[in-house]
């Protein structure tokens, strides 16, 4: 420490000297000692620095206001700036209301003996006290305040000065804001440096995306099975893609990796021919299932293997078959039969519950959410059940809704709620037409009726679309988005001659499919029609997110002769096989390899058709040299 000691005074010293050197004979220092030395050979430092903190000696007019400060510095004293904040704070005290303006702010120590490493320290820091005008605020509660701002006005707040400047870029707060518009759910707050950079990028990402979705810039991959038999079913989730044929297969693929697996079905084990055929298939994130014509349900798992975890068997064949989109919960129907299976709580699978309806089952719906017991709802023919997995067999189940010769044609059920096409019949006709009726799942009433249709409703999207809307397609050939809260229609787009078969909305566009084979992009707040792609088979499946389309155009026949009608050999030409695409728009538009095929060109030909859309290359008519 001895050493340590002396080499701050010789700095301090040499200092001096230099100081001295540019000045006259009586210095920077005012009316001092000629003996300088004694500054800090006398006293301590400490002493010395209480005592001249006290001294009000004017400096030299001629000398400049830095030299003062150095001065200061080399004598012990701390910044004048120290003295100006105090006096401005005992201003306020003294003035009218400036205890009420104070009385949140914490308590200041008055000690003018304060270290100047720890004032040094204190001025590194962050700003603890955020001036708000004439009110000074912690930062925990100026934090709060900005927590109720947006984007805008958080980067206004920013330019204010450079305390709000720091408080407007705080890390917290441009979490929040990047977890509020949907990205990076679940991320802590070490995850990025830098949130507002995160968001920035995300925002910029999203928008390209929804250009290339407008302009139908990307990629589109053909997910063809090459055995040559004909597609059945294929359902999509979370990146998987599975389909099942009538050769009995069930394959299944990652888009997210494009990693290809068969999954071996019981059949395939047992070594049964002919192999039949699969008549519904569905995934989620962790599970896969798949029936089958002579009444089997297969179960596997996507993430440990491709042998089945589970399986069961009804006597029929399997008229409808749903799988829960969040968690492993299964439900299939035979007839008027209908079971439940799920995990336990171990993780082995069992049934849950096996309910008989009074009439054939025409289709089934798991109930989204992650629930102890699931909960499945069934219609057959005009009468719509609610079932919970703990039905027992002497309980009637539950009618959700039923009205005489008015038959059920499509349903659709969220987490709260269940939406009916309803197909008016008889008298029913006098009351307007089709009709669509929601219903709430937990008092089991009837919510709002919309929808004034002569045609009958096919599908229905309420699980896939955004809050308080609904989409449906109707054999009129047209798309329909109704508002949950005013029960208005806000859009009504024709779109299929042959009547719509599946349709799905999120906040801007409209996806549907139709009977004649075209999947067509809408815009909603305009009502026009983005671009379409044309197959042969109706439209069965779509589904999209952000930045992946999934289409299966299905056949209706599933035993079409071979290429020669003589010939016994069964194996289906490829055009009787069906199509299932996977259109990914978040490509770079710049890369020649990331542009669809069909707006790929080259100047060898002189012309060509645009198909109506913007080519990247787009041909030239060419003249002759």
């Known amino acids: 420490m001895g050493m340590e000691e002396d080499e701050l005074l010789a700095f301090r010293e040499h200092w001096k000297q230099e100081l001295e050197k540019n000045t006259d004979k009586e210095g920077y220092f005012g009316h001092l000692s000629e003996d300088s030395s004694s500054v800090h050979q006398s006293t301590s430092f400490w002493e010395k620095q209480s005592n001249t903190s006290q001294q009000t000696q004017p400096a030299s007019k001629e000398q400049p206001e830095y030299v003062s400060i150095a001065e200061g510095l080399l004598d012990g004293r701390s910044s004048p700036l120290l003295d100006r904040i105090e006096q401005e704070r005992t201003r306020r005290k003294r003035a009218p209301g400036g205890d009420a303006l104070n009385t949140h702010a914490p308590p200041k120590k008055e000690n003018k003996r304060q270290k100047l490493l720890e004032q040094f320290l204190q001025d590194l820091n962050e700003v603890n006290d955020i001036p708000f005008f004439d009110v000074e605020l912690p930062y925990e509660l100026a934090l709060k305040i900005f927590h109720f701002l947006g984007r805008t006005d958080l980067g206004r707040c920013a330019q204010v000065s450079k305390s709000w400047k720091v408080l407007a870029e705080d890390e917290v707060l441009w979490r929040r804001l990047c977890l509020d518009e949907g990205f990076h759910n679940g991320a802590s707050i070490s995850d990025s440096p830098c949130w507002k950079s995160t968001l920035r990028d995300c925002r910029n990402t999203e928008n390209g995306v929804k250009s290339n979705w407008k302009n139908r810039v990307g990629s589109i991959r053909h997910l063809q099975y090459e055995l040559g038999k004909v597609l059945c079913d294929v359902s999509s989730c979370a990146g998987l893609v599975i389909a099942g044929y009538t050769s009995g297969d069930v394959r299944l693929w990652d888009t997210l990796h494009w ?142 809704h039923f009205v005489y010769d008015h038959p059920v044609t499509c349903v659709d059920v969220s987490s709260c709620r269940a939406v009916l096409g309803i197909k008016s019949c008889g008298w029913g006709m006098n009351d307007g037409g089709n009709k669509i009726q929601v219903y709430s799942l937990e008092t089991s009433q009837c919510e709002l009726t919309v929808g004034n249709s002569a045609g009958d409703f096919t599908c229905v999207n309420l699980r896939d679309s955004p809050p308080h809307l609904l989409v449906c397609g109707n054999k009129d050939r047209r798309v329909r988005v109704f508002d949950l809260r005013t029960g208005s229609s806000v859009v009504s787009l024709y779109a299929h001659h042959m009547g719509v078969t599946t349709v799905q909305a999120d906040d801007w566009k409209v996806v549907s499919g139709g009977g004649e084979g075209l999947v067509s992009v809408w815009e909603m707040r305009i009502g026009a029609k983005l671009w379409e792609m044309h197959n042969r088979h109706p439209v069965r499946h779509i589904r999209f997110n952000s930045s992946t389309l999934v289409t299966a155009n299905i056949p209706d026949e599933k035993s079409p002769r071979g290429a020669c009608i003589t010939d016994d050999d069964l194996t289906a030409h490829r055009r009787y096989r069906g199509l299932i695409c996977h259109y990914d728009f978040s490509m770079d538009s710049s890369t020649q390899d990331h542009i669809l095929p069909i707006c790929r060109s080259n100047y060898i030909e002189s012309s060509g058709y645009s198909y109506n859309i913007g080519l990247a290359v787009p041909y030239d008519i060419l003249s002759g040299p």
Do not use: M
């Open 259 to 400: 990693d290809k697996s068969y999954l071996h079905p019981t059949h395939s084990i047992r070594d049964e021919t002919p192999a039949p055929y699969v008549s519904h298939v569905r995934v989620n994130k962790t599970v896969a299932t798949a029936a089958y014509e002579n009444g089997c349900v297969d179960v596997w798992s996507t993430e440990t293997g491709l042998e089945p975890i589970h399986r069961y068997q009804h006597l029929r064949r399997v008229h409808a078959l749903d799988l829960s989109p969040d968690s492993p919960a299964l439900a299939s129907a035979s007839g008027p039969e209908v079971r439940v299976d799920a995990p336990d709580e171990k993780g082995y699978w069992k049934s849950r519950c096996l309910v008989q309806l009074p009439k054939p089952v025409d289709g089934v719906l798991v109930v989204p959410g992650r629930r102890d017991f699931p909960l499945v709802t069934a219609w057959a023919g005009e009468s719509v059940y609610l079932l919970d997995s703990r039905w027992k067999e002497e309980q009637e189940p539950k009618v959700l």
